[in-house]
């Protein structure tokens, strides 16, 4: 009986071409895969990528991310091989996500953190997502949390329309309600929430002082220079009780590296 060579990796065929890339970063959207590369290996870039698809047989395009920009903090793509098209559908914990990799922002990496959240937000409660891009965390806490309302606000108008896209995709156009528009107006008009999702972590700290207003609990996530959590613990009890409320943080845990000196940060303030 013969048996089936195994399938060589993207990382072992490298290796055998010479290359070492250990130390690239990949993110696995549908059936795209997004690289970064260190600079010694940009020249590489084409053969690194055809290994990609070589060893990975759901994957049909490689980008290289030259970085994010403008307010939507969206991704700087460049087409390295295969199909030329940036629109997918990512599965995650058997929900589909639609995304259009170079319009809107998405983390795969975050799907551990969006499960983790579900499952501490009660059923028959009430959740805004406050930067919901094409509402990931919203999708995952309407099918597993049994919500009674999510409202998913976000002001790039490609995350709302992959937003309401996937709503109705995965048949939870009566749960979360999609709203375009700058969160810290649109939240003034809400009702009160049980949770509060703030997954803008470039500015979170700067928009807190909205979701402490409106939320019982708010799942925080924020960039944070290593060695700092504690300071910015402490700040943020000073700006809740500065507003007239008490903070208790539970949870503070560590979500992702994002550079040598940085990482981000996820905590859970409970509000009263």
Not at 18 to 24: F, L, Y
Not at 111 to 120: C, G, L, Y
Not at 219 to 226: D, G, L, S, T
């Amino acid at each position: 009986m013969e048996f089936e060579e195994k399938k060589k990796s993207y990382i072992e065929m490298a290796k055998a071409e010479g290359i070492n890339i250990d130390s690239i970063s990949i993110d696995f959207i549908g059936n795209i895969a997004i690289i970064k590369l260190p600079e010694h290996l940009i020249n590489d870039k084409e053969k690194i990528a055809k290994f990609i698809i070589k060893s990975n047989r759901n994957v049909k395009t490689v980008f290289l991310d030259k970085g994010v920009f403008d307010e939507y903090r969206v991704r700087k793509l460049e087409f390295i091989t295969g199909e030329n098209k940036t629109e997918t559908i990512h599965k995650e914990y058997g929900i589909k996500i639609m995304v259009d990799v170079a319009k809107v922002y998405f983390s795969p990496r975050l799907a551990t953190e969006r499960m983790r959240v579900a499952k501490e937000i009660e059923e028959h409660s009430v959740t805004i997502d406050m930067f919901a891009g094409v509402a990931p965390f919203s999708l995952i806490i309407a099918r597993y949390a049994k919500p009674e309302k999510i409202y998913a606000i976000d002001k790039n108008p490609y995350a709302i329309k992959y937003a309401r896209i996937n709503a109705q995709m995965n048949k939870m156009g009566d749960v979360i309600e999609v709203i375009e528009g700058d969160a810290l107006q649109v939240i003034k008009k809400l009702p009160h929430a049980n949770h509060i999702i703030m997954n803008l972590p470039h500015k979170s700290f700067e928009y807190l002082p909205y979701a402490i207003e409106k939320g019982d609990v708010i799942h925080y996530y924020e960039i944070i220079e290593r060695g700092k959590e504690e300071k910015r613990m402490e700040d943020i009890i000073k700006l809740c009780r500065s507003h007239g409320y008490n903070v208790e943080i539970k949870n503070m845990h560590v979500v992702g590296s994002y550079s040598p000196a940085k990482r981000k940060i996820g905590m859970d303030l409970f509000i009263s």
